[in-house]
């Protein structure tokens, strides 16, 4: 199976922030990734595909990047909506797996 | 608007078998794949397994190969997922997601599901 590493695991950060989260596979998955907002009791919502495709309705202050086995989410001026947990998943083949989280919290 | 909806909370016993549904509406059922994932409390998603509502075919994560079946009611839009054996690592969210650009783009609002003697 394909590993999903995430880092950092807590990010504290202030309304307005830049931020950006690191997902490494153990191998390379081309750009088969996506990323996933989670908030406390709901189910996770697809935010980005194809490493950097924006998924409809979500705001342009969320970018993707990179392919192989590193890539990256940033927000690039962070809104008190963003505070949440952050999950990537690669999607190359079966099984899927997904990062460990990244929690993103009001410094 | 495409929406899955899950049944409700269950309790079951360590040993007994558990099924979690998943309604679909606002699409064409057959169109789309519906993959099954769960999350225990802090943990990180675990994928067990996609079912294409089309033909039925199957794919099961290797942890769970042995003890879980994915099917669906293509006249009812429904999909479900059998797990059997429950032990307390059972303890967890499951979720139903139907496929959107290949990958999970649309869930169900989750179902918890509790093993407990």
């Known amino acids: 199976d394909i590993q999903m590493t995430q880092s950092p695991s807590t990010l504290s950060a202030s309304v307005g922030d830049r931020v950006t989260i690191t997902c490494r596979a153990s191998?390379?998955?081309?750009?088969?990734l996506a990323w996933y907002q989670q908030k406390p009791g709901k189910a996770p919502k697809l935010l980005i595909y194809?490493?950097?495709t924006l998924e409809s309705e979500v705001p342009s202050r969320f970018g993707g990047g990179g392919s192989g086995t590193e890539f990256t989410l940033t927000i690039s001026s962070l809104q008190p909506d963003d505070f949440a947990t952050y999950f990537c998943?690669?999607?190359?083949?079966?099984?899927?797996?997904f990062g460990q989280g990244t929690k993103l919290e009001i410094k | 608007q495409v929406q899955l909806v899950q049944s409700g909370t269950e309790v079951k016993k360590p040993g007994a078998s558990v099924r979690v549904s998943c309604k679909a509406s606002?699409?064409?059922?057959?169109?789309?794949?519906i993959h099954w994932v769960r999350q225990a409390p802090g943990q990180r998603l675990e994928w067990m397994g996609w079912?294409?509502?089309?033909?039925?075919?199957?794919k099961y994560s290797q942890k769970f190969q042995d003890r879980v079946t994915l099917s669906r009611d293509t006249s009812a839009n429904m999909a479900y997922m059998d797990l059997r054996s429950l032990r307390s690592e059972d303890t967890t969210v499951y979720y139903c997601?139907?496929?959107?650009?290949?990958?999970?783009?649309?869930w169900g609002q989750g179902t918890l599901v509790t093993v407990s003697s």
């Open positions: 997601a139907r496929e959107r650009v290949g990958t999970l783009g649309h």
């Open positions: 606002g699409y064409i059922f057959t169109n789309y794949a």
């Open positions: 079912i294409n509502a089309g033909n039925g075919d199957t």
């Open positions: 191998q390379s998955i081309s750009t088969w």
């Open positions: 194809k490493a950097s």
């Open positions: 998943q690669h999607y190359s083949s079966f099984p899927y797996t």
